[in-house]
C-alpha cells in the first residue's frame, strides 16, 4: 500500500512563492510516476504537472507553466513541487498523486493513489 501525505499550503500574497512537498511510504516510490493536481472550490480537480520515475522528464499544465517546477527526491521518497508568482486563481487545494504507469499522464484515471491535499490560498 502506498500512502501520500503533502505539506507546505498556507496563505501567501499574490506574486509570493510555495513549495509543496509530498512525503510518499513504501520502498517503491522510485517506479511511479508523479503528479500534481488542485481543485479549487466549486470546480473539478485538474491537473498542474508531473515527473517521471528518473525524474528527467516533466509536465506542466499551460497555466502553471514557467511559473511552476515540478522535481522529486528518490532518496528521499518525496516529491516537490514549487510555485513562483502566485496569483489568486492559483487558490486551491493541491494534491499529489502516484501513477504506476510508464508515461506521464494529465489524466486523473492514470493516478492509483492520492494524498489527502493541501490548501493554498493566493490573496490579491
Known amino acids: 500500500q502506498v500512502q501520500l501525505v503533502e505539506s507546505g499550503g498556507g496563505l501567501v500574497q499574490a506574486g509570493d512563492s510555495l513549495r509543496l512537498s509530498c512525503a510518499v511510504s513504501g520502498r517503491t516510490f522510485s517506479t511511479y510516476v508523479m503528479g500534481w493536481f488542485r481543485q479549487a472550490p466549486g470546480k473539478e480537480r485538474e491537473f498542474v504537472a508531473a515527473i517521471t520515475r528518473s525524474g528527467g522528464s516533466t509536465f506542466y499544465s499551460d497555466s502553471v507553466k514557467g511559473r511552476f517546477t515540478v522535481s522529486r527526491d528518490n532518496a528521499k521518497n518525496t516529491v516537490y513541487l514549487q510555485m513562483n508568482s502566485l496569483k489568486p486563481e492559483d487558490s486551491a487545494v493541491y494534491y499529489c498523486?502516484?501513477?504506476?504507469?510508464?508515461?506521464?499522464?494529465?489524466?486523473?484515471?492514470?493516478?492509483?493513489?492520492w494524498g489527502p491535499g493541501t490548501q493554498v490560498t493566493v490573496s490579491s
Open positions: 498523486a502516484a501513477n504506476p504507469g510508464l508515461l506521464l499522464s494529465a489524466s486523473r484515471t492514470s493516478y492509483d493513489y
